[in-house]
Nanobody, 126 residues
Framework: VQLQASGGGLVQPGDSLRLSCASS????????MGWFRQAPGKEREIVAA????????YYADSVKGRFTISRDNAKSTMYLQMNSLKVEDTAVYYC????????????????????WGQGTLVTVSS
């Protein structure tokens, strides 16, 4: 599975951004997906995850109520809508995929993912 993340940029605190993760692989709909981020000097952490059907989601406490993960299997694309951005959201954001047999399975660990995109930089600064 090849993944291409896009949509990052420089924004001010309180602004919004939408990240996209596109796949050219026809098995996209068979994959649980996730967004991770890595800030300078910190470990990569889970931001949000979605089941292959889209019916189950997970959010890190730090982004609950501000970020929304979604996917469009017909377009083989996953999204991360980020609202009310904070300085501490600054990081490189990565999308990840893992094939699964289960429609409702959400994967929250780095080790659970087999495929990674190249990352897109989000900078929140005034």
């Amino acid at each position: 599975v090849q993944l291409q993340a896009s949509g990052g940029g420089l924004v001010q605190p309180g602004d919004s951004l939408r990240l996209s993760c596109a796949s050219s692989d026809l098995t996209f709909s068979s994959c649980a997906m996730g967004w991770f981020r890595q800030a300078p000097g910190k470990e990569r952490e889970i931001v949000a995850a979605v089941s292959r059907s889209g019916e189950s989601t997970y959010y890190a406490d730090s982004v609950k109520g501000r970020f929304t993960i979604s996917r469009d299997n017909a377009k083989s694309t996953m999204y991360l809508q980020m609202n009310s951005l904070k300085v501490e959201d600054t990081a490189v954001y990565y999308c990840a995929a893992a094939r699964t047999l289960y429609n409702s399975r959400v994967i929250t660990s780095r080790e659970g993912y087999n495929y990674w995109g190249q990352g897109t930089l989000v900078t929140v600064s005034s």
